[in-house]
């Protein structure tokens, strides 16, 4: 079986590696869909993805010490009773811990204790960082002192301290509103919340009592600095004095910084926490803008279909936007009507950025001239970051013929666009596969031999966004002429991209009734992905940041996705086992920043893609392999599922 196994791999891989290398020229879906779905199409507003975080991970470096050793002395606030905290060293190796109480007895705690310590791993694959894992009940409330030492001369000196406070009493962050461009301060928001018995959440004054807030940036090259947050109306925080706290830095330069909030404050229980939040922002160039004072032009591009160009100036060489913008016109009562909304990667052409409309979207809505586009934005395709935007832009199109026949439903050509004649530009190969996909940072996680006619994508241990991942398997796929895909994680993510903005072999597929399936995708992101990333920068180590699996990110990126893409999607999650008798977790370290049901990686709640086909939850499985329970992927009776329903 093994060997079996391998001889696939060998064999797909080396197909894989040649076709992500080669050149491919994507065609790009013109996407399309009426007015009830303007909503559903709009940006994430300010605060609504935001961090809830009860836990701190807080950066220890060691130094020298009286013993002759290096160690590190710090607080650990125990709230109700006990203590669950992490230890980690830059190079993994066993840092000891040594606790003493409020009033300065010594506790004697070892790793070797399988009562207090075991030795455990936070993240999967190769963004995984080892460290010791503590668990401590009985203790009494207060502040007490944690020394982290290091015996062993090899052991790095920088290390890191993740521990769990009382899930009632969070930190609540996130960005404020504002232009996540080089140039441009960045502004991030924060505030106490309190969950009352009753479970109402209760945010900012009477929730608690914030002592210090400060924002701990690393940006794209690595430097650090800290900044103070204050509550004054200023930072971009809301009103002076109103528990909203805000700190603020100058973006320099582009890429993904990390944006750690650290809080010490006084909760409802009277009790002295800290808190922290970890923020992944990207920060992009802003070298286009719009012109809204120049008519959108609307030309006959073929039948039935106009290309309308949104006029933009652009000074870089980046390649392709995505875009979107709503298609107004005149009612025969002469007010403004709403005619469909239109989107898409594009790249310049001319002198403007190209996006495609049906005119059976304008006879659909009897609508006439004048015309205009509003809501137009025009964001990175890697981060979703809005590069430029105007809230109306006139628009001339063609007249319309007399009469034109109207489907009661859009079809196809309405929604994505005219379907290219296979093959499309790119190489398209033949026959059929199913295509097995891995997640972010990740590598080989599907057993292939329980999936028949199957071919496995690989892309080993790699940080991708969502639409270079979907990229590079529209490449591994250009070996045949259709497929269907089942993902893991991130893959599906990619997956449902893929099929949303790129004509691919996922649009020619003639049997079987699943497009899409996928098994413990964060389709709303996770909290753990700021976290990874805040560790692996600090030690030099892992596979960096991924703004796209952040709350925030996910949600960027959700905003573009249209509702009919979203149902081509069949996904499965799953959580720990539950037991009275037993620490119910995946992963202790995620269970200290994930709330239940988790799988160790990923929350239940945020696993859910509103819109997709929700196949069920399975207990008593894991993200992936190295976690209390099995791997999820290694699920033989719903990989046999999987494999029935595939299409291909």
Same mark, same amino acid.
């Given at each position: 079986?093994?060997?079996?196994?391998?001889?696939?791999?060998?064999?797909?891989?080396?197909?894989?590696?040649?076709?992500?290398?080669?050149?491919?020229?994507?065609?790009?879906?013109?996407?399309?869909?009426?007015?009830?779905?303007?909503?559903?199409?709009?940006?994430?507003?300010?605060?609504?993805?935001?961090?809830?975080?009860?836990?701190?991970?807080?950066?220890?470096?060691?130094?020298?010490?009286?013993?002759?050793?290096?160690?590190?002395?710090?607080?650990?606030?125990?709230?109700?009773?006990?203590?669950?905290?992490?230890?980690?060293?830059?190079?993994?190796?066993?840092?000891?811990?040594?606790?003493?109480?409020?009033?300065?007895?010594?506790?004697?705690?070892?790793?070797?204790?399988?009562?207090?310590?075991?030795?455990?791993?936070?993240?999967?694959?190769?963004?995984?960082?080892?460290?010791?894992?503590?668990?401590?009940?009985?203790?009494?409330?207060?502040?007490?002192?944690?020394?982290?030492?290091?015996?062993?001369?090899?052991?790095?000196?920088?290390?890191?301290?993740?521990?769990?406070?009382?899930?009632?009493?969070?930190?609540?962050?996130?960005?404020?509103?504002?232009?996540?461009?080089?140039?441009?301060?960045?502004?991030?928001?924060?505030?106490?919340?309190?969950?009352?018995?009753?479970?109402?959440?209760?945010?900012?004054?009477?929730?608690?009592?914030?002592?210090?807030?400060?924002?701990?940036?690393?940006?794209?090259?690595?430097?650090?600095?800290?900044?103070?947050?204050?509550?004054?109306?200023?930072?971009?925080?809301?009103?002076?004095?109103?528990?909203?706290?805000?700190?603020?830095?100058?973006?320099?330069?582009?890429?993904?910084?990390?944006?750690?909030?650290?809080?010490?404050?006084?909760?409802?229980?009277?009790?002295?926490?800290?808190?922290?939040?970890?923020?992944?922002?990207?920060?992009?160039?802003?070298?286009?803008?719009?012109?809204?004072?120049?008519?959108?032009?609307?030309?006959? &591009? #073929? /039948?039935? %279909?106009?290309?309308? *160009? =949104? $006029? +933009?100036?652009?000074?870089?060489?980046?390649?392709?936007?995505?875009?979107?913008?709503?298609?107004?016109?005149?009612?025969?009562?002469?007010?403004?009507?709403?005619?469909?909304?239109?989107?898409?990667?594009?790249?310049?052409?001319?002198?403007?950025?190209?996006?495609?409309?049906?005119?059976?979207?304008?006879?659909?809505?009897?609508?006439?001239?004048?015309?205009?586009?509003?809501?137009?934005?025009?964001?990175?395709?890697?981060?979703?970051?809005?590069? &430029? #935007? /105007?809230? %109306?832009?006139?628009? *001339? =199109? $063609? +007249?319309?013929?007399?009469?034109?026949?109207?489907?009661?439903?859009?079809?196809?050509?309405?929604?994505?666009?005219?379907?290219?004649?296979?093959?499309?530009?790119?190489?398209?190969?033949?026959?059929?596969?199913?295509?097995?996909?891995?997640?972010?940072?990740?590598?080989?996680?599907?057993?292939?031999?329980?999936?028949?006619?199957?071919?496995?994508?690989?892309?080993?241990?790699?940080?991708?966004?969502?639409?270079?991942?979907?990229?590079?398997?529209? &490449?591994?796929?250009?070996?045949?002429?259709?497929?269907?895909?089942?993902?893991?994680?991130?893959?599906?993510?990619?997956?449902?991209?893929?099929?949303?903005?790129?004509?691919?072999?996922?649009?020619?597929?003639?049997?079987?009734?699943?497009?899409?399936?996928?098994?413990?995708?964060?389709?709303?992101?996770?909290?753990?992905?700021?976290?990874?990333?805040?560790?692996?920068?600090?030690?030099?180590?892992?596979?960096?940041?991924?703004?796209?699996?952040?709350?925030?990110?996910?949600?960027?990126?959700?905003?573009?996705?249209?509702?009919?893409?979203?149902?081509?999607?069949?996904?499965?999650?799953?959580?720990?086992?539950?037991?009275?008798?037993?620490?119910?977790?995946?992963?202790?370290?995620?269970?200290?920043?994930?709330?239940?049901?988790?799988?160790?990686?990923?929350?239940?709640?945020?696993?859910?893609?509103?819109?997709?086909?929700?196949?069920?939850?399975?207990?008593?499985?894991?993200?992936?392999?190295?976690?209390?329970?099995?791997?999820?992927?290694?699920?033989?009776?719903?990989?046999?599922?999987?494999?029935?329903?595939?299409?291909?």
């Amino acid at each position: 079986m093994k060997r079996t196994n391998l001889l696939l791999f060998a064999a797909v891989s080396l197909t894989a590696c040649g076709a992500c290398a080669a050149a491919i020229n994507p065609q790009y879906k013109q996407l399309a869909g009426p007015p009830s779905e303007f909503d559903a199409m709009k940006p994430v507003a300010t605060g609504a993805a935001t961090i809830t975080s009860k836990s701190a991970l807080v950066p220890i470096r060691l130094t020298g010490d009286v013993k002759q050793g290096r160690s590190w002395t710090g607080t650990l606030p125990v709230e109700n009773g006990r203590a669950r905290f992490m230890v980690f060293s830059g190079n993994g190796s066993p840092l000891q811990v040594e606790l003493r109480d409020p009033d300065g007895k010594p506790m004697q705690v070892s790793r070797n204790s399988a009562s207090a310590a075991t030795r455990a791993v936070l993240g999967n694959e190769a963004a995984s960082f080892p460290g010791d894992s503590y668990s401590l009940d009985s203790l009494r409330n207060g502040q007490w002192k944690i020394t982290v030492r290091a015996n062993d001369p090899r052991a790095s000196d920088r290390g890191y301290l993740l521990m769990e406070g009382d899930a009632t009493n969070r930190l609540v962050s996130y960005p404020a509103a504002g232009h996540q461009w080089v140039g441009q301060k960045i502004q991030i928001e924060a505030e106490l919340s309190h969950v009352g018995a009753n479970g109402t959440n209760l945010l900012g004054k009477g929730t608690g009592t914030m002592l210090r807030a400060s924002l701990r940036v690393t940006a794209p090259d690595g430097s650090q600095q800290t900044y103070p947050m204050f509550d004054d109306g200023r930072h971009g925080d809301s009103l002076a004095n109103d528990g909203v706290y805000g700190g603020e830095f100058l973006a320099t330069q582009a890429g993904n910084y990390l944006a750690q909030v650290q809080t010490e404050s006084i909760g409802s229980n009277g009790q002295r926490q800290l808190r922290t939040a970890e923020h992944i922002i990207p920060v992009v160039a802003q070298t286009l803008a719009l012109r809204p004072s120049e008519q959108a032009l609307g030309l006959a &591009a #073929s /039948a039935g %279909r106009v290309e309308i *160009s =949104l $006029p +933009a100036t652009d000074k870089s060489s980046q390649g392709h936007y995505r875009a979107y913008a709503e298609v107004w016109g005149t009612g025969a009562n002469g007010k403004p009507v709403p005619i469909a909304w239109i989107s898409g990667m594009t790249e310049r052409s001319g002198n403007g950025l190209p996006l495609g409309l049906d005119e059976r979207w304008i006879a659909r809505a009897n609508a006439h001239a004048p015309y205009e586009l509003r809501n137009v934005r025009i964001e990175d395709p890697d981060s979703f970051v809005s590069l &430029a #935007s /105007a809230t %109306r832009i006139p628009l *001339s =199109l $063609p +007249a319309l013929p007399q009469r034109m026949a109207v489907p009661a439903a859009p079809d196809e050509a309405m929604t994505m666009g005219p379907r290219p004649a296979a093959p499309p530009v790119h190489t398209m190969g033949t026959g059929s596969r199913l295509l097995l996909v891995h997640g972010y940072c990740s590598s080989l996680v599907w057993p292939a031999s329980q999936f028949s006619n199957a071919a496995v994508f690989s892309d080993p241990n790699q940080n991708r966004t969502n639409d270079q991942f979907a990229r590079l398997i529209l &490449a591994f796929g250009s070996s045949w002429r259709d497929y269907g895909i089942v993902a893991h994680s991130q893959g599906g993510l990619a997956s449902l991209h893929l099929y949303t903005y790129y004509w691919s072999g996922l649009d020619y597929v003639t049997s079987g009734s699943r497009l899409i399936q996928s098994v413990g995708s964060p389709y709303q992101g996770t909290n753990l992905a700021g976290v990874l990333a805040s560790i692996g920068s600090w030690f030099g180590v892992g596979c960096g940041s991924n703004a796209d699996l952040t709350y925030s990110g996910a949600q960027a990126w959700l905003s573009g996705i249209p509702t009919a893409n979203r149902a081509k999607v069949n996904y499965y999650t799953t959580s720990f086992a539950n037991s009275s008798w037993f620490f119910n977790y995946c992963n202790m370290g995620a269970e200290m920043v994930l709330d239940d049901p988790n799988d160790g990686v990923t929350e239940y709640v945020n696993d859910q893609l509103p819109g997709g086909i929700n196949r069920g939850h399975t207990y008593g499985e894991c993200h992936t392999t190295n976690m209390r329970d099995p791997a999820q992927y290694l699920d033989s009776s719903r990989n046999a599922t999987m494999n029935a329903n595939a299409a291909r």
